[in-house]
């Protein structure tokens, strides 16, 4: 499905909750429906009609490269960094719009604000973000595609970063080495922030890499992920520095084989929630559910978390086309942390795990 085909499977859906215009702002959402990259930390905003027509507003610095690239032709300019970047809107929101779709866990107060002002009494805003999830969560196969490659850099660069695990060395040296050869393996970057705990900072555990060396004896998990044609990789691993215990390696085997009765437990036709406990029985009958925090996975695409959620009580079923992580960990204080987190596609007959990189502790 590339991009007009999504826009118009967007406004179709507009149509159907009466919908006038949807004004989103957040990145992922744009990129998908645009297939133009920006800098992250650059703004910009999709207008949509129900009837299919688009308006892209980018910072005018951005405003030549958005004409030639981008597949849409009404491209415009807001002036960057000023307070009234959004009067760009005004057209839109005075051209007698009732029901205005937005991402309302993307905006701010003050756009809200400014927004509602123009519009006008009458204006009613609606959440979208339900919509944009559901032409999300089936992936085309040119998606999956690109999921593949993101999923590629990501193992080859994990199994990279796995021959430098050694004492001495720290957790923000790796992690920031694991950014650079991400570049080097040919993604446009970081799906997020790459993040390295060892010892205690893995079993509080602290989710940031910090200036603390590796040291004999502890466990070291290294979470990252890559983006290749705007779409995103996941992936986690657990490391041994030099002789560990046997209470460690049985926190490892816990998280490692629950892990493979989640993997296990995925197909078409089964509920998250069902995915979520195959993996959590394995940690209880371990007596360790305490030290299981977290959802054992969540979809992967142009956000590195997005839907569908595994976890308790999501009954999402799940459909050949999800991408999916898998990754319940054990975090056990004073001992250690474990975690092994791969990707997985659903397919028609069952799952195809799309990371590769080793899995073994050590």
Excluded at 42 to 47: E, G, R, T, Y
Excluded at 57 to 73: G, P, S, T, Y
Excluded at 126 to 143: M, N, P, W, Y
Excluded at 189 to 194: I, L
Aim: glycine share 8%; proline share 4%; net charge negative.
């Amino acid at each position: 499905m590339d991009c007009v085909t999504r826009v118009d499977a967007f406004a179709a859906k507009m149509g159907k909750y009466d919908l006038d215009l949807a004004l989103l702002f957040d990145r992922d959402n744009i990129r998908y429906f645009t297939g133009f990259r920006l800098n992250r930390v650059v703004s910009s905003i999709l207008a949509v009609s129900r009837n299919g027509n688009t308006t892209y507003i980018v910072a005018q610095l951005d405003l030549k490269r958005a004409k030639r690239d981008c597949w849409i032709e009404h491209v415009i300019p807001f002036p960057e960094d000023t307070p009234n970047y959004l009067a760009s809107l005004a057209p839109l929101l005075r051209g007698s719009p009732r029901r205005i779709g937005v991402e309302k866990d993307t905006l701010t107060l003050a756009q809200m604000e400014y927004m509602m002002e123009i519009a006008g009494a009458g204006v009613e805003f609606v959440d979208v973000r339900g919509l944009t999830a559901q032409l999300r969560i089936i992936k085309s196969d040119e998606e999956i595609a690109c999921i593949r490659r993101a999923a590629d850099v990501a193992s080859r660069v994990m199994d990279k970063v796995r021959q430098e695990i050694r004492p001495g060395v720290r957790e923000a040296e790796l992690a920031s080495w694991t950014g650079y050869l991400m570049g080097k393996e040919g993604a446009e970057g970081p799906s997020f922030e790459p993040f390295m705990m060892s010892g205690e900072n893995a079993w509080l555990p602290q989710r940031v890499a910090s200036q603390k060396a590796l040291k004999d004896g502890e466990l070291v998990l290294l979470d990252m992920g890559a983006v290749c044609d705007g779409y995103c990789s996941d992936i986690t691993r657990t490391f041994a520095v030099g002789e560990v215990s046997q209470e460690q390696k049985r926190v490892f085997q816990v998280a490692w084989k629950a892990q493979q009765a989640a993997i296990e437990a995925i197909r078409p036709g089964v509920h998250a929630f069902e995915v979520d406990a195959a993996a959590r029985e394995i940690v209880e009958a371990e007596g360790l559910a305490a030290y299981f925090p977290h959802l054992t996975g969540h979809g992967v695409g142009v956000s590195v978390h997005e839907a569908p959620i595994l976890d308790k009580g999501v009954d999402t079923v799940l459909q050949p086309g999800m991408v999916v992580t898998v990754e319940p960990g054990v975090y056990l204080p004073r001992v250690g942390a474990a975690r092994v987190e791969d990707m997985v596609l659903v397919t028609t007959s069952g799952c195809e795990l799309l990371t590769s990189a080793a899995r073994d502790l050590v």
